[in-house]
Nanobody, 113 residues
Framework: QVQLVESGGGLTHSGGSLRLSCATS????????MGWYRQGPGKERELVAQITMNDDTYYTAAVRGRFTISRDNAKNLVYLQMNNLKIEDTAVYYC???????WGQGTQVTVSS
């Protein structure tokens, strides 16, 4: 079955960096558009970044220039490099196989001042 497992979350200070990973299985990863979403405290889940099978990328305005999404088709992994983190980036981050209701369990990112 389809599985997505996020890792790499944690606690960091404002201005710090974290790299999230999402390990996938059960589908043809190389042909899939993948997305990273987040849900902050008291907020709705929102799209953060996407990467297509052709490596085209999209970023929400709030993270553009600070976050980078990438993929490794040989390892069925998708990454989210997060630099210059801000307190408002605090959220649970989820990996998603786009166009399908396939989500990971989420990984907590907490940014303190």
């Amino acid at each position: 079955q389809v599985q997505l497992v996020e890792s790499g979350g944690g606690l960091t200070h404002s201005g710090g960096s974290l790299r999230l990973s999402c390990a996938t299985s059960g589908f043809i990863f190389a042909l899939s558009t993948m997305g990273w979403y987040r849900q902050g405290p008291g907020k709705e889940r929102e799209l953060v970044a996407q990467i297509t099978m052709n490596d085209d990328t999209y970023y929400t305005a709030a993270v553009r220039g600070r976050f980078t999404i990438s993929r490794d088709n040989a390892k069925n992994l998708v990454y989210l490099q997060m630099n210059n983190l801000k307190i408002e980036d605090t959220a649970v981050y989820y990996c998603k196989r786009e166009s399908y209701d396939n989500w990971g369990q989420g990984t907590q990112v907490t940014v303190s001042s």
